[in-house]
């Protein structure tokens, strides 16, 4: 098992193109190869008392079959049940493990992001509190990121989950899948390894972290998936509601806006409000032959229809206008620094501080 390496520039595909199934070698016999790249675990926790210790104890004993380098780091997203004194008292005996205590609930993307912020491994690997991802799993998702991919996300084949869950997971994936371009089969699941750079690119809130992989091949960044064990929950209640599924919906609306027209606003805004005005012209075109030939239509409730169509189409496509110039502006003032981070390698690159 080779040590982490980076992908050579020729290997970092565009966004429609990213993402591929990974089928990694064989394991290697004997003990696994000491991993030379320190990792870093991102586990975000709500109410986990009942989990959470076999889960750390798990996860340790793995990382010490690959003799990695390794922090663990436990959010704890504002739980109530004991879950941060639990993490504490295994920090005594484990100085590798570290808890982050949020002060409420703010759901799961902002605790992964409060996770990603303190990382300071070249590769970062999510996995759940709940003990159904595996982490035997480790070793074949760092040899995906071996094989060249830059994220790896588990695909559960056989998921221990309710049939209303495993049926909403089925619906979500083909509409993202469908909608965004993306080749996943699960992309919300929270077993996810990546490297340092990948994780510096995201910017997670609301409920993103279902598209993290989506995100990822926006960026550039080769995506993939392999599938892994799902194992039964080791103690708690599932925090799945029928809330989270709408609330999904909206937020896969706001990744397809933000990867399609972040730098484009008025192609969308300045179509919709192209077509909202079109309408409303054809229909004040027609009222006008009419009234030409004598009939009324100042009364008539189309007419009014007309005029607010044309002017809120008018409408949109000055707020595209507004928010073009919003992005020229942004891009204007850190186009230097963009240019750095879209870059894989460039020996001749030396960026003065400003």
């Known amino acids: ?36 790249t320190t ?14 210790e076999v889960s750390l104890k798990e996860l340790l004993g793995v990382v010490d079959d690959i003799e ?9 997203d504002g739980s109530t049940d ?26 799961k993307s902002h605790a992964l992001q409060v996770g990603l912020q303190a990382a300071t491994g070249a590769i970062v690997i999510l996995m759940d509190a709940d003990g159904q991802d595996d982490p035997a799993e480790i070793p074949r998702m760092l040899d995906a990121l071996d094989g060249g991919l830059d994220l790896v996300t588990g695909r559960r084949k056989h998921r ?10 089925k619906l979500y994936n083909w509409t993202t899948r469908k909608l965004t371009g993306v080749d996943g089969h699960d992309f919300n699941c929270g077993f996810k390894a990546m490297r340092a750079e990948v994780a510096r690119s995201l910017d997670l809130y609301g409920d993103l972290h279902r598209y993290i992989p989506v995100l990822g091949a926006w960026a550039g960044f080769r995506v993939g998936e392999i599938e892994v064990n799902h194992r039964p929950r080791f103690g708690g209640e599932s925090k799945f509601g ?49 009234w030409l030939f004598g009939t009324g239509i100042g009364t008539r409730p189309l007419l009014t229809a007309g005029v607010l169509l044309v002017i809120v189409g008018v409408q949109l496509i000055s707020l595209g206008l507004v928010a073009e110039l919003v992005v020229s502006l942004s891009r204007r003032n850190g186009s230097r620094q963009r240019y750095a981070d879209a870059l894989v390698d460039d020996d001749d690159l030396v960026l003065d501080e400003d």
């Open 68 to 76: 990695a380098d390794a922090q663990v780091i436990v959010v704890d």
């Open 39 to 52: 990792i870093s675990f991102v586990i975000p926790a709500y109410n986990e008392a009942d989990s959470i």
């Open 82 to 107: 004991g879950t941060t004194s639990i993490v504490r008292s295994l920090r005594r005996s484990d100085p590798r493990v570290r808890v982050l205590r949020l002060r409420r609930n703010q759901g």
């Open 1 to 36: 098992m080779a040590s982490v390496t980076r992908p050579s520039p020729d290997t970092t595909a565009s966004a429609s193109s990213t993402f591929e199934g990974v089928a990694p070698g064989p394991a290697p016999e004997g003990q696994p190869t000491p991993r030379k």
């Open 160 to 169: 221990q989950d309710r049939f209303v869950k495993r049926t909403t997971s």
């Open 242 to 290: 029928g809330a989270r599924f709408w609330r999904g919906y909206l937020d896969l609306l706001t990744v397809k806006f933000l990867t399609t027209y972040t730098n484009r606003p008025l192609h969308f805004l300045g179509s919709l409000g192209t077509a909202l005005g079109a309408i409303g012209g054809v229909i004040l075109a027609w009222l006008s032959v009419e």
